[in-house]
């Protein structure tokens, strides 16, 4: 991708939307990527939350947003969204709102939200046309509840609900559910993969969103240190390793048209990323799952196989996990 | 003012016209289709104003419908029975957004067995969520109710949303004679939309729907929704009263029927109490002294109302058409209530269940029920329990069903 607005780090505004102090935990990956999404964002943003992690960015009295925010429920933020887009569009036909005070309307949800529950929602709101940003902070489980099991969750991982017994020795062994790809069957005019660890990359991808108008959806690998068991600083070096081992591609689809707009030169193996997280520990000890990390890897090259042959994946990357 | 043949779907929809309502989020169930279906149709021919927009669900549905109220719009919506409690859930949370918009439910009753006619099992189980309910009898009432509910609703002291009720089929599909106002005087009975309170499109930001964490904040506002309950109970005899006079149409929360000497009172709701009106009329023929007093304020609950009404009567009996499975009629557990306590309550308040389904009263049953409040029962089992309408003729009927159904006897059809 050739980056039009932010070829530096100094093209980043340093204005602080989204400021300190919330309640999340300390590293949160999801968090950082917000604060730069709402960066490139820029002022006039309404939020519209589904329950997770981050309805706790409004704790009454108390919220480090600058913008406005309507929590929901966790089944309908795009709806919601459609409800405030309309009214401010009535708002604006009966010349009641200044178009200078218009909003941008940003649903934030997690993965369990978007993959799971409000799954319906939205892709009535992508079918709609609705004028939106969907923003999904994708810490691969339910994890404000204590990290259960989600359509998100990879394969070979460990959560609350699939704890690793002699019985079940790998976790979860699911295939993780794409949602990029389930987002972009409907061909709206902007999905993309973004990480917290590369910010140029989600700005730019926020500013060539900004210029279209109807879906917008970003999906953003969230390390998440209590789930992950990883330590709070580790979390944007995990995201650069979920970028570099080729696990979380850095894409985008514009009307469906998909383009990679980071391939890393040398992929480093997924070990690296795995091996760094209590999740996986599993498969490192007490004794080593070779089957389980070449079946990750091979489905991490086979993906990316396909992309340089310059042919759209026909098959997404978490779907080849189980192999 | 018109006066046109109207059913009470399309007199739904002709209130939300004469409202001018901004936005209409909308998704299908019988038998409540014809009312979007005909605002729908007036957006097109641009006969109004108004958005529509088709949601994936009734859950979806209202949220879209809360979050353009909390965004400063008029809203107007309506579903029905499963829809209702597919949805559930975002009743609370409008309510706790105190977004004053209106939903109307066209009732029928839940499944299973999955049916279409009315009960109220549907709309009774949102008495809890905050919203005001307005229940409606006649297809004028319906129309009525919706301009007297905005006004309510979107009252700075009140800021709740509200349904308003009225029965599937029974009202939903039956034309009467009804006055369609004239837009003006509409308009000055409710002016336009200026929400008062801070709303997403005013110009500082806002956070709407914030977690709370501490007890005492969740009881302060859970407390402060019933204050404006209680709020809205003082201000309807104003509205109303001002509805009168630029209408003549007067509503109480009650509607008094028959009742000025009566000794027996009998308790409904809704297009179901047309037909207790009947035998009430006949009743009265008959040299009894009997009335029929018909809730049509159920939220907030009009507890000053029932005791005026009901005090110093002989009996009343609370006829629910509905069912809490376990317990009984619901309105008569409420009722029960606001009269305990009261040295001159009826000596005798009975309950029971009716019009489940839609099924239909028979005039003996009134008869029953004025016998039974003449001659109240005694002992605590039956004081308590509610009586089951139900007839031989249907047993009859419904062991016929059984046995075609299980192949002993054969249909008519077959
Ligand atoms: S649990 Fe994970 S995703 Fe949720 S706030 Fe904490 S770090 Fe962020």
Redesign the pocket.
Known sequence: MKREAYRSLRNISREEPLGPGGS??A?????LALRLFHKALGENVIFVNAA???S?LALFPFTPLRSSWLYTAMACAPAGAQGIRDALDILRERGKLAPAADRKVVVVT?DGAAQDIGLQSTMAAIHRGLDFYYFC?D?EAY??TG?QTSASTPYGSRTATAPITPAFPLGVVQQRRDLFEIWRVQKPPYVATVSAADPLDLSEKVYRASKLSGPKLFIAL??????WEAEPEKSVELARLAVETGIWPLKEAVYGQVSHTKVPRRFKPVEEYLASQGRFRHLFEPKRNDEAIARIQAAVEKYWKAVSDAVAPQEPLSNEAVG | MARALLTGNSAAAWAARLAEVDYVPAFPITPQTEIVETLARWIHTGEIQARMVTMDSEHSMLAAAGAAAATGARVFTATSSQGLVYGFEMLYVLAGLRAPLVLVNVSRALSHPITLEPDHNDVLAARDTGFLQFHAESCQEVLDSILMAYRLAEHERVLLPAIVNLDGFYLSFTREAVEIPEPADVKSFLPGFEPAYPHLSGPAPLALGAAVLDPALYTFFKYQMHHATENALALYPEIAAEFAGRFGRRYGMIEEFMLDDADYVIVMTNSFASMGKAEVKRLRREGKKIGLARLRLIRPFPHREIQRVLRGRKGAAVIDQNISVGKGGILFSEIASALYGLPDRPPALLSFIGGLGGRRFRPEEFDGILARLEAPPESPEEIARPYLLFSDEECRDVGRYFSVASGEEKSHEA
């Open positions: 999340l935990c590293g949160c990956g999801g968090l997770g992690c981050f706790l997690g902070y810490n994890a404000n990290f969230s390390p998440c240190p209590p789930g």
